[in-house]
């Protein structure tokens, strides 16, 4: 089994062994927001084409409970994994064809695409709840 | 493979050689995922309101019901990919690991059926 080969094994370092930095947090923030949208985004994605595919009163039901306090902040925190993973994924593109790499560059891009996830979440909601 | 070298140990272990097709695959679908939700958040920001008429009425359209399947395809697709590595990070026991990838695979490809099907239902019209 393969739990005999890890018993009693020594263990690598694992994140509280390492000094924090922004590289670190961009990469967690990439899993967690793309895990979070593969469950609660592809669901709610899901209700929405079902409730249509329902008719009028499947889809009343459905923007009821997306228009109470607990919706709003289910669809807010799937735009906000939605574009922070955009975000963080357009980083690794850039990875991915060798760029990026220098200390300094890769330092600021992984602070730059949280933020610009962020800002990207609240313009989407400006215009939409402003128009 | 023999087993009488080191070198006759060594063949055939190793890499499965399928980790470049799920890393191209992942990105594939990234871009899939890229234009796809972009067009559904511009779409969304560009309707009148959400109601369901307005709705029903945009999706049904065969641009809009044609990138809206594919957006289906291409996020659940993604996403199987990016649970599996999940999965195999986390889940060590082999056992255990098989239960989850035959549950994520059923739970992928049951999502795009069911997506599809009510995106062309609509798109055909069978709505109230």
Redesign the interface.
Known sequence: ???DG?RNRPLSPHLQIWRWGPHMFVSILH?VT??G??FA??GV??WW??A??G??AS??TF?WAMTTPIGYLVLVGISWA?FSH?MS??R??VL?VGGGFELKTNKTWSVVCPILGVLATVA?WA??LL? | MGNGTSIGRVRGLGSAKHGVHHWLLQ?FT?IGN?LS?LFL?VS??LLPD?S?AT??EW?SRPVPAVV?ILL?FS??WH?RL??QV?VEDYV???ANKFACIAALNLAAVG?IA??A???I??ALGA??
């Open positions: 089994m393969a739990k890890t899993r793309g895990d949208m593969a985004g592809l994605l899901l084409l079902g249509l595919a008719g009028p889809y009343e923007s939605f955009m994924g357009l690794h593109f991915d989407f215009i939409l128009r | 990105r990234a890229l939700v958040v969304i920001l959400m369901y709705v029903v999706i809206m289906v996020t659940f996403a990016g649970l999940l060590h026991d082999h999502g069911f997506g099907f009510c995106i239902r609509l709505h109230a």
